[in-house]
């Protein structure tokens, strides 16, 4: 399907993988490209499966010249009686910016992007864009996307790395902080013998590192009270396709902080990737006190950032959501926007309660009354249910 409209953009939606991989590819294979690692064919593939209800549809945006100049990989479903699209990754994606194919690309008048979202929703029968996550600027270039967006309840936490692992390590951590990390280092070392950094690089440490993470997340959860999203055999797969290291550079890396001697793993981290940026998604420890007392999560993290500097990569995020570990170690807020677009009269109507519920988030989780009052009266919940 293809439309024309004032810009000079021409629109089409692709419906299955196989036919947009040789562009996206090459797109995001274009030095000159604008995207995060979230948008990655990589990474979409591997994730696809995750939500089978879901229509896929990837948004391809050409110049008068037919130069593909936006792709934007959506997950059509039904929500409320309406046909939401919504960049695919959902709350495991931290950033849903289109894929733009240069810094001119992404300059486009946003008027033109939406006037032409709106025209392909209208024959793939979408009532409403809902895009989420959006950056209001991404590697200096502003997101066009962005523009009216409502501010997104949470925003996401990065720093810029430096030119060498030794300065970047000191600017990030304090020198009482690498003292402290230094002392809960060697007491782990003490206890369990020598430990390493370890970034899996072959399938049998991806499942190794993976397999630790999903019985310490399972721990986590359970002291929690909470369910375990990672109980999902999708979410596993998804994880397992997107780290497999079979086919080139993984769209997710998966660190681990192990035992040499062992094999034990004390903590793991992994992260969506590109050749400039690493973004964490998800991470976990071993609970039991003799390791979690040293915070092999932090040591972990200290190791990560030297690692991720020494091999080339220019900034490094903890995503969407505030923490402790966060605020210690990262100097950039990331601004987040939520966007709807609507494209019929219902898409309306989802786009008025979607700006009221995002306010509502942002307010309570700004305020850390508010915030403190959610969490007691989720606790009181759980114990009822049990």
Not at 12 to 41: C, G, H, K, N
Request: charge should be positive; include cysteine; glycine fraction near 8%.
């Amino acid at each position: 399907m293809r439309e024309r409209v004032q810009g000079g953009l021409g629109g089409e939606i692709f419906s299955d993988l196989a036919s947009v991989e040789a562009l996206w590819r090459a797109m995001e294979a274009d030095p000159a490209v604008l995207a995060t690692p979230y948008q990655r064919f990589d990474w979409v593939a591997a994730y696809a499966r995750v939500e089978p209800q879901a229509a896929l549809r990837i948004a391809v945006l050409r110049d008068s010249a037919g130069r593909p100049r936006v792709l934007i990989p959506l997950a059509v479903a039904r929500e409320g009686g309406m046909q939401v699209a919504r960049v695919i990754g959902a709350k495991h994606a931290n950033y849903h910016m289109p894929l733009f194919a240069s810094r001119e690309a992404a300059a486009m008048r946003p008027e033109d992007l939406a006037d032409q979202l709106r025209l392909l929703g209208c024959g793939a029968g979408i009532d409403v864009f809902a895009l989420s996550h959006q950056p209001r600027f991404w590697d200096g270039a502003a997101n066009p996307m962005s523009l009216r967006a409502e501010p997104a309840p949470s925003d996401a936490y990065g720093l810029i790395l430096g030119p060498d692992p030794e300065s970047t390590v000191k600017r990030v951590f304090s020198g009482d902080a690498r003292k402290k990390l230094r002392s809960k280092e060697k007491k782990l070392v003490e206890a369990f013998g020598p430990v390493a950094c370890r970034r899996a690089t072959t399938p049998e440490e991806v499942e190794r590192y993976l397999a630790a993470f999903f019985v310490q997340k399972a721990s986590r959860f359970a002291a929690m009270g909470i369910a375990n999203p990672y109980a999902d055999a999708a979410m596993r797969d998804f994880l397992a396709r997107g780290a497999s290291v079979e086919s080139g550079t993984p769209a997710i890396e998966v660190t681990a902080l192990v035992a040499t001697q062992t094999g034990r793993v004390f903590a793991v981290f992994a992260g969506a990737v590109d050749a400039l940026r690493y973004s964490g998604m998800v991470t976990s420890f071993d609970a039991d006190p003799v390791v979690s007392r040293s915070s092999p999560g932090d040591i972990l993290l200290h190791h990560l950032i030297g690692d991720q500097t020494a091999r080339g990569r220019r900034a490094f995020d903890l995503g969407v959501g505030e923490a402790r570990y966060k605020a210690n170690i990262c100097d950039e807020t990331i601004a987040l926007g939520d966007v709807t677009i609507p494209v019929t009269l219902r898409g309306h109507l989802f786009a008025l309660k979607a700006v009221c519920t995002a306010r509502l988030k942002r307010r309570i989780k700004r305020d850390p009354r508010l915030m403190g009052l959610v969490m007691r009266l989720r606790r009181r919940g759980r114990a009822a249910a049990e």
